[in-house]
């Protein structure tokens, strides 16, 4: 492992084309933080649940909420995908992205956690045969009592029963946060953002997270570099994997509060506060490049209308493991000509290569049982 501090590297950078291109990087840091701050501040003003469920729940659900905190509770013996979701509609176009996570990992528990959505939204995927997707209501207070974390709860609630605590605030995306760290501290799996498109099987992807390379985008002062991944200084907290118990997951949870009571802001406890955290626990975490996990070089055309034989399409098939919408959770999010967008194309092809593979394979089978079933002459 190797840890800089950006202003002691800098030290060592004084030509021209390095400060062009750090403005450049700190130009669209400017941009993306401006971007998903106007995406948060033009959602609607809707009653955020993190105690109950709005919709009427089974007997049985209703009696592990009341016990555990959650009306399905994972399982330790399967790979658990997590989605979240605040708010009474998915958008279309996170409905599409939910089919791509679950094509891919028909053997997996796909969890998407939510107290307003009605449960009616996953018939259409039961329908087509994905019984492995669930709608998970939870209380959150009775999730983390006698926990790590109860601190940030306890105050949450407070906050949003109406009393006020200094000048704190508590939003979607605070909650959003601390509920994806805890579920994959407390369970073990994958968190996907609810705006990622999934193009491959991610299932052997173990204790990862993504980060930008080469100083392509700064969120901390630390700089790390690993044998692959040559001077980093940001992770993403939209996509990443650990197991149950995993110290890095548990510093998250621990230190959560502090983060959040300091900075508030759009997400005081995401990416900066994991950089912080990386230091105690690198040597437990595999760090893999964004461009592989969210398919970041081409990032920004995700949403353009492209050709079929756009050489794009074959990189982004072969390099990417999920391509990302920027969504940042908006209840209103779509996009024009979908049919003929770069990321409907991406996940086409990965569905029509995914269904070539299964098939071969299921000839091969079908051949290798024929031969044994064959009587010796």
């Not at 990417?320 to 194309?345: D, H, P, R, W």
């Not at 071969?360 to 024929?370: G, L």
Request: net charge negative; glycine share 4%.
């Amino acid at each position: 492992m190797i840890i800089l501090k950006i202003s002691s590297f800098l030290k060592r950078k004084t030509n021209k084309s390095f400060v062009k291109s750090s403005l450049f990087v700190i130009i669209i840091n400017l941009f993306l933080f401006i971007y998903f701050s106007l995406i948060y501040s033009n959602e609607p003003n809707e009653i955020i649940t993190i105690n109950n469920s709005l919709e009427p729940i089974k007997v049985e659900q209703k009696s592990l909420l009341e016990t555990v905190g959650v009306s399905y509770v994972p399982k330790e013996e399967t790979f658990n995908i997590f989605l979240i979701w605040y708010g009474e509609t998915l958008p279309d176009i996170y409905f599409k992205g939910l089919e791509t996570i679950i094509f891919h990992h028909p053997k997996c528990d796909v969890l998407l956690f939510s107290n307003e959505l009605n449960e009616s939204i996953i018939f259409p995927l039961k329908e087509k045969g994905y019984n492995n997707v669930h709608i998970v209501r939870f209380n959150l207070t009775k999730m983390v009592e006698n926990n790590i974390g109860y601190d940030f709860v306890e105050k949450a609630n407070k906050l949003l029963s109406g009393e006020k605590i200094d000048n704190l605030q508590v939003t979607r995306v605070h909650l959003s946060d601390f509920l994806r760290y805890f579920l994959v501290y407390s369970y073990g799996g994958l968190y996907l953002d609810t705006d990622s498109f999934v193009l491959k099987n991610m299932e052997h992807l173990r204790n990862m997270i993504s980060v930008r390379e080469k100083f392509s985008y700064i969120c901390s002062q630390k700089v790390y570099s690993t044998p692959k991944l040559a001077n980093f200084t940001c992770v993403s907290n939209g996509v990443y994997h650990f197991e149950k118990n995993h110290k890095f997951m548990k510093d998250a949870v621990i230190n959560y509060e502090s983060w959040w009571r300091r900075i508030q802001g759009y997400a005081p406890a995401g990416a900066v506060m994991l950089m912080d955290l990386i230091e105690n626990n690198f040597d437990k975490i595999n760090f893999l490049s964004q461009n592989e996990i969210l398919c970041l070089n081409h990032l920004f055309i995700t949403r353009n209308e492209i050709s079929e034989n756009d050489p794009r399409l074959l990189d982004a098939f072969n390099t990417c493991y999920t391509t990302q919408l920027l969504g940042a959770g908006s209840s209103t999010m779509s996009i024009n000509s979908f049919n003929v967008s770069f990321v409907e194309k991406k996940v086409g092809v990965a569905q029509q290569n995914n269904s070539s593979y299964e098939k071969d394979e299921n000839v091969k089978k079908e051949s290798s049982d024929q031969d044994t079933d064959e009587e010796p002459d």
